[in-house]
């Protein structure tokens, strides 16, 4: 079973850039789709980007089109967020996922917490004005 541990969240400004990182235990994770999502306390958890198993495709919410960067490094077992031009509206905690069935990305947007296998504990994003 795969185990995912976000790390990389903290207190920024807008327009700064920050790096999440997902770190998965388990030696089959190269055959696994990942993805981020967020969630703002009381609201439901958002798909913000997803990466298919090989790394060759990415997808993205359209609020942080152009600005993050979904990829992933399968020899590490670690998938990576790069967000930029950060604005107070990214403030949230994210969330690693990862699903062995759900493996080339598309169609994450559409699916919710249930859906998917395994998740992370989450790292907070604080971003101010």
């Known amino acids: 079973q795969v185990q995912l541990v976000e790390s990389g969240g903290g207190l920024v400004q807008a327009g700064d850039s920050l790096r999440l990182t997902c770190i998965a235990s388990g030696s089959t994770f190269s055959t696994y789709g990942a993805g981020w999502f967020r969630q703002v306390q009381g609201k439901a958890r958002d798909f913000v980007a997803a990466?298919?198993?090989?790394?060759?495709?990415?997808y993205y919410a359209d609020s942080v089109k152009g600005r993050f960067t979904i990829s992933r490094d399968n020899a590490k077992n670690t998938v990576y967020l790069q967000m930029n031009s950060l604005k107070p509206a990214d403030t949230a905690v994210y969330y690693c996922a990862a699903d062995s069935d759900y493996t080339y990305g598309s169609g994450w947007h559409a699916l919710g917490e249930s859906d998917l296998e395994v998740w992370g504990q989450g790292t907070l994003v604080n971003v101010s004005r």
């Open positions: 990466v298919s198993s090989s790394g060759s495709s990415q």
